[in-house]
């Protein structure tokens, strides 16, 4: 049973769970919330020992680490993303479409605002669930620090409806360089990314090789080398400052190899309309501006029915994955700040090996929970990082599990290991059968297809 606007009504499930049965609710789809809902739909909702329901705002997932190839047009979303409706009845799980927007802990129901079509009609009425264990994992957004013209000027990767959006832009611009009579102004087709950490360089290296392609076909009046601009801006000393100096010395030497302007200790005053004026006076013409800089929560956790958070709207959970000032409630990737057991004063970095890991220790530890046994502390194991710069190479450093010292990588190998992550996650999600069988048809479509999309 659930209820909407107050009124109980049966919902069809392929569970079969039982109405007395202990409720778990997932906010948000992301690549932990969706692998945590398929294991725990498998595990306890097939088999009638829970409820297990998934909120989320979007019809379909798309592993994060992708956007960017979505966004360069490398990558096509309809043959990578995921169906929510269609996982939840093949894994044990109910899908409610919707957003979190507020939550009543003394009643134990997570409240879900309306949702309309992009004609303004409605499709589902607000509402609420109840719960009896509650887990929020609706991810991170990028932070624009309350930058003038930002939210106006600045287009974000923070989910595939953007990245789509981003790529219509961009082939737009491209259309229109073409068809037009007039020479190009300063700003057209120049891009300026804020940001240089991993999302920012990897989109900066792909947009490189996908304007190439589009162009190739048959725009013949646009010069790349001449008339395709891309400037990469980080208020840090260096690109990629999250990781070790090593990788960001080598990401920046390929991006200044592909004549990527980059420029590092500037800082963004203002995003305009034809580009972004910096603090020291430069301004940086650019037709497309994408703001990738910095992470925060969604504002909604910002005073979540008196749940503890930080400056930057993250729940702060204790190592348990429990919020800090109620057990029921957990709270994990980058909308938490998690203590980093074994790293005194440092927290569990926003990465997404982080969100599978903690996914992986909430699947183990929401049983025990259900049963009336204590959690056990989640502990963190960093496996290095690794960036991807599209077809030119692959970077990175893996941490060694016996000596703890880091191995820098790059190359085919470094490809292989960025490749295999994803793979993890789509056997996560649908088992091996059907990831060996989706791969061998996408490797066989792409060869009769144009290397780059064109719509």
């Known amino acids: 049973m659930t209820e909407l606007n107050g009124k109980e009504r049966n919902v069809p499930t392929a569970s079969g769970s039982s109405a007395d049965a202990p409720k778990i609710v997932v906010v948000g789809g992301g690549a932990g919330g969706l692998e945590l809902v398929t294991r725990l739909g498998n595990a306890l909702g097939r088999r009638g020992k829970a409820q297990i329901t998934l909120v989320e705002r979007n019809r379909s997932h798309l592993w994060k680490p992708l956007l960017h190839e979505v966004a360069a047009g490398s990558m096509d979303l309809g043959r990578h993303d995921v169906d929510y409706l269609a996982q939840s009845y093949w894994h044990g799980f109910r899908y409610r479409y919707g957003e979190m927007t507020g939550l009543d802990r003394a009643a134990k129901r997570v409240k879900i605002g309306p949702t309309w079509d992009e004609d303004d009609r409605p499709i589902t009425e607000a509402g609420s669930l109840p719960y009896d264990k509650l887990v929020i994992s609706v991810g991170g957004l990028s932070n624009d620090f309350g ?8 287009l974000t990767l923070d989910s595939p409806d953007q990245a789509a959006r981003f790529h219509r832009r961009l082939l737009n611009a491209c ?13 057209q087709l120049h891009v300026a990314i804020i940001g240089a950490g991993a999302t920012g360089v990897e989109l900066a ?9 589009v162009v190739a076909y048959g725009l013949d009046r646009i010069d790349p080398a001449r008339d395709l601009n891309i400037t990469v801006i980080e208020m840090a000393d260096r690109v990629l400052p999250g990781l070790p100096p090593r990788l960001s010395e080598a990401a920046q030497g390929l991006l200044e190899d592909l004549k990527v302007q980059v420029l590092t200790s500037s800082k963004v005053s203002e995003v305009g309309q034809n580009g972004v004026q910096l603090a020291d006076g430069r301004f940086i013409a650019a037709e497309l501006v994408v703001w990738a800089a910095g992470v925060k929560a969604p504002d909604f956790l910002k005073d979540l029915d008196g749940l503890e958070s930080t400056r930057s709207n993250q729940l702060v959970v204790r190592p348990t994955l429990q919020t800090t000032r109620d ?3 957990f709270a994990f990737g980058d909308c938490s700040s998690c203590p980093w057991v ?26 025990r929970v259900l049963r009336g046994e204590a959690p056990e502390p989640f502990r963190y194991r960093d496996f290095g990082s690794l960036v991807s710069l599209g077809e030119y190479t692959t970077v990175g450093n893996l941490m060694g599990s016996l000596t703890g010292r880091s191995l820098f990588v790059e190359g085919l190998f470094a490809s292989f290991m960025y490749r295999s992550l994803y793979k993890r996650h789509e056997i996560a999600l649908h088992g091996m059968a059907k990831v060996v069988l989706e791969t061998l048809a996408r490797m066989i479509t792409r060869r009769t297809e144009p290397q780059v999309k064109l719509h």
């Open 327 to 329: 057990p029921d409630v």
């Open 147 to 154: 930058t003038p013209g930002a939210r106006e000027h600045a």
């Open 205 to 213: 290296a792909e947009l490189h090789r996908t304007t190439r392609e």
């Open 175 to 187: 259309i229109r360089a073409q068809s037009q009579a007039e020479p190009l102004r300063p700003e």
């Open 342 to 367: 074994g790293r005194e004063g440092m927290n569990v970095p926003p990465r997404a090996q982080a969100a599978n890991q903690q996914a992986s220790h909430l699947f183990k530890q929401l049983p």
